[in-house]
């Protein structure tokens, strides 16, 4: 069990003394909860070849975890700018959603019909490598609970005791294994081939990638920076997408996709042919 009221140090020390033991991720929580004030923890791992392994969710608001396993880990983490930080193999360290988030992500479905029902208003993580093709990522998070964002001191906490944790979690986790390595385009071809498969519509692949990036929340001047085109053409291969899909909305679009984007392997969308 794990002892009450001690100091902050004494946690780290009990932290540092269980790694490598099931123990682990309950006395890691502890130190950072004696460090910074949450309503919620996520500890997962993301791969190359599978969906994430999720390790610790803890809240108190039974909202923030309802969809975890039946929407979140079945695709929808594809569209989540913590996945794009392992797709970009970001530096370790820590982010905050709202940094790290597309343009229009508070304006996409992903965010209105998913991460909104979490009732999160405030989210960090903090990302390490513990193995080739592995990232983990422990997020502490702010929802209905305190209804209150990360104060500037307790993101500056954050920062400084990021080098900690994420020598923590690599050596605590370096055992996870990840086959196969970052291939260019392999998103793209398995959603067009999914679409083809169950929607019989034959996507370019610009035209996936733009999907892709829509249902991220990117618009189209971001779509453009990322692929490489003027904002101008992202508008265009989009009428053409919604032509093919016969939709008239981002709304219809996730519908559409939503539910295809975890039926293949997971790798980062890049550029495509035109």
Not at 62 to 83: C, I, K, R, S, W
Not at 97 to 113: E, G, H, M, T, V
Not at 147 to 173: D, G, Y
């Amino acid at each position: 069990m794990l002892e009450t009221g001690l100091s902050t140090e004494a946690l780290l020390a009990a932290t540092i003394a269980n790694l490598r033991r099931e123990s682990f991720e309950a006395h890691l929580g502890a130190w950072l909860a004696s460090c910074i004030a949450h309503d919620n923890v996520t500890t997962l791992a993301y791969f190359q070849d599978r969906a994430p392994l999720p390790f610790r969710t803890k809240s108190r608001q039974p909202q923030v975890h309802a969809a975890f396993e039946n929407l979140y880990l079945t695709g929808a983490y594809l569209l989540d700018p913590f996945h794009d930080l392992h797709l970009e193999h970001a530096p370790a360290g820590m982010y905050r959603l709202s940094d790290i988030a597309p343009d229009q992500f508070q304006r996409n479905r992903y965010f209105l019909d998913y991460y909104r029902s979490t009732t999160m208003i405030d989210e960090i993580g903090f990302v390490s490598y513990p193995s080739k093709g592995v990232s983990l990522h422990v997020c502490l998070g702010r929802d209905k609970i305190s209804n209150q964002r990360f104060n500037p001191r307790e993101i500056a906490t954050a920062k400084r005791i990021a080098p900690i944790v994420v020598e923590l979690s690599q050596a605590h986790w370096k055992d996870l294994v990840s086959k196969g390595e970052l291939a260019e385009g392999d998103l793209v071809s398995d959603l067009i081939a999914a679409v083809s498969n169950t929607h019989s519509i034959s996507l370019s692949p610009r035209q996936a990638q733009v999907a892709l990036l829509v249902m991220q929340g990117h618009s189209s001047v971001s779509t453009g920076l990322r692929l490489g085109i003027s904002p101008q053409t992202v508008k265009v291969f989009r009428k053409q997408l919604y032509k093919k899909c016969s939709i008239s909305s981002q709304a219809e679009l996730f519908t559409l996709m939503l539910p295809l984007l975890g039926s293949g392997p997971v790798s980062p969308a890049r550029e495509g042919q035109n």
